[in-house]
């Protein structure tokens, strides 16, 4: 089985309760990647995802901690910090060693094969892709894919 990091956004994705054409959408290909998906992979989140989801200008901070507690927790370490450093000082992912640059960090540092996330401005942007390579293999590290839940996708299909 797959393993797979749970970002911030795809959490808020599936417990928001925002009516826009964008957020409706997201929240139902979230919501049916985790009802008919994540059977299928060993999925994890970290602290980073439940402080930030903790965190008091998160509007559905209860549904969305309640959404992810049986999910196993990643822990934020010495390696971790320092991976995220690095993404930051060669401008992989914006600063501070918060958000971002902590969950690429984790995705990569935990072994991770996906990094699930809506995040596509900083995370699932394909121009960012190849440079996140090139500085993840120069330290020493394999990034996993970072993409978003339409394309990790098992299809019934035979």
């Not at 500085?135 to 996708?153: D, Q, S």
């Amino acid at each position: 089985m797959a393993r797979v990091y749970v970002e911030t956004s795809f959490i808020s994705a599936c417990v928001t309760e925002r009516t826009d054409t964008a957020s409706s959408y997201r929240r139902q290909a979230s919501r049916e990647w985790w009802n008919t998906q994540r059977v299928g992979h060993d999925v994890f989140v970290s602290e980073e995802v439940l402080a930030e989801l903790a965190h008091s200008d998160f509007r559905q901070s209860e549904q969305a901690l309640e959404f992810s507690r049986e999910v196993p927790i990643l822990p934020v370490t010495p390696e971790v910090r320092g991976l995220a450093q690095v993404l930051v000082r060669e401008k992989v992912m914006p600063g501070p060693l918060t958000g971002d640059a902590l969950h690429v960090s984790l995705a990569t540092c935990h072994s991770m094969d996906y990094l699930l996330t809506w995040n596509v401005r900083h995370l699932a942007n394909p121009n960012k892709i190849e440079h996140l390579q090139k500085i993840c293999v120069r330290v020493g590290f394999v990034p996993p894919r970072i993409i978003t839940p339409e394309l990790l996708w098992e299809s019934s299909d035979e």
